[in-house]
Nanobody
Framework: VQPVESGGGLVQPGGSLRLSCAAS????????MSWVRQAPGKGPEWVSH????????YYADSVKGRFTISRDNAKNTVNLQMSSLKPADTAVYYC??????????WGQGTQVTVSS
């Protein structure tokens, strides 16, 4: 059981990317979903979170106003729309699923590189 991220790639500064995370093997609608990134040589950084019903979202200050998280519980997917990308956004982006009383699930990550 592992979420699977997709949508990463190379983009120029100021560009946009849409990351997706497809979940299977667990009851997606019971899990809060987050995106966490890790840049080369740095520790993990929480990016954004959406509650299981999809009504409440949270963002790190570094991405607020540029990134939008959304989910489709019918399709078991969570997305991260990223715009106005900066070189500082370069990282491996991981999808995380969390609920109480059960272990977290983590995806394998997708690379985002922002460079001219």
């Amino acid at each position: 059981v592992q979420p699977v991220e997709s949508g990463g790639g190379l983009v120029q500064p100021g560009g946009s990317l849409r990351l997706s995370c497809a979940a299977s093997g667990f009851t997606f609608g019971r899990y809060d979903m987050s995106w966490v990134r890790q840049a080369p040589g740095k520790g993990p950084e929480w990016v954004s979170h959406i509650e299981n019903a999809g009504g409440t979202t949270y963002y790190a200050d570094s991405v607020k106003g540029r990134f939008t998280i959304s989910r489709d519980n019918a399709k078991n997917t969570v997305n991260l729309q990223m715009s106005s990308l900066k070189p500082a956004d370069t990282a491996v982006y991981y999808c995380n699923a969390r609920t109480t009383f059960y272990p977290d699930y983590w995806g394998q990550g997708t690379q985002v590189t922002v460079s001219s």
